[in-house]
């Protein structure tokens, strides 16, 4: 059974950099099928695809944030990682790992973790 | 703004049909096969519901179905259930530059 495990500080200061990992388990984290992305929603509001990162070492981003996000990719230990610099309470938000597959389609998520932006 | 355009909220009794359109332009919807929805009750992460448009994944009711005209695509739930209400989002594929886009979430409630 796959299982995606966020995890990373719950409070980020105004300015500084949001920092979480994706550890992977029970799944292939080698497969060229599948992308391991990161997914924001909110508090009571919709879902935002940050980017996504694929076994080939390629990498894709929401050009709305690219200038901001750094996704990478540690598949000794099945983890993906995601910084997002510079950050405002805008970026106050639950932040889910998800696997991807050709087409967009987000076929598992992770629980999913609240990242709040206050000093 | 979301790039994908869903309607804020639907409704239905037990047992009718709903529907629940997801609009978007030619650089989305409209230019790929790559549309999915996705269902998210309070609390919890989404579950994937309808891919490649029409696809339903292991375990999903075939009371939820869905389809594709130009650029709006359409998520259609028969013989509505008491654990249905939740809110519903589009996804669809956007190329190589935006690449993934959702909409902003339908709220259905089951009267």
């Known amino acids: 059974q796959l299982q995606l495990q966020e995890s990373g500080p719950g409070l980020v200061k105004p300015s500084e950099t949001l920092s979480l990992t994706c550890t992977v388990s029970g799944d292939s984290f080698s497969s060229n099928t599948y992308y391991w992305g990161w997914i924001r929603q909110p508090p009571g509001k919709g879902l935002e695809w940050i980017g996504s990162?694929?076994?080939?070492?390629?990498?894709y981003h929401n050009p709305s944030l690219k200038s901001r996000v750094t996704i990478s990719a540690d598949t000794s230990k099945n983890q993906v990682s995601l910084k997002l610099n510079s950050v405002t309470a805008a970026d106050t938000a639950i932040y889910y790992c998800?696997?991807?597959?050709?087409?967009?389609?987000?076929?598992?998520w992770g629980q999913g973790t609240l990242v709040t932006v206050s000093s | 703004q979301s790039a994908l355009t869903q309607p804020r909220s639907v409704s239905g009794s037990p047992g009718q049909s709903v529907t629940i359109s997801c609009t978007g332009a030619s650089s989305d919807v409209g230019g790929y096969n790559y549309v999915s929805w996705y269902q998210q009750h309070p609390g919890k992460a989404p579950k994937l519901m309808i891919y490649d448009v029409t696809k339903r994944p292991s375990g999903v009711p075939d009371r939820f179905s869905g389809s594709k005209s130009y650029n709006t695509a359409s998520l259609t739930i028969s013989g509505l259930q008491a654990e249905d209400e939740a809110d519903y989002y589009c996804?669809?594929?956007?190329?190589?530059?935006?690449?993934?886009?959702f909409g902003g979430g339908t709220k259905l409630t089951v009267l």
């Open positions: 998800a696997r991807q597959m050709e087409g967009a389609t987000t076929d598992y």
């Open positions: 996804c669809s594929y956007a190329g190589s530059y935006t690449v993934v886009v």
């Open positions: 990162f694929h076994y080939s070492g390629n990498t």
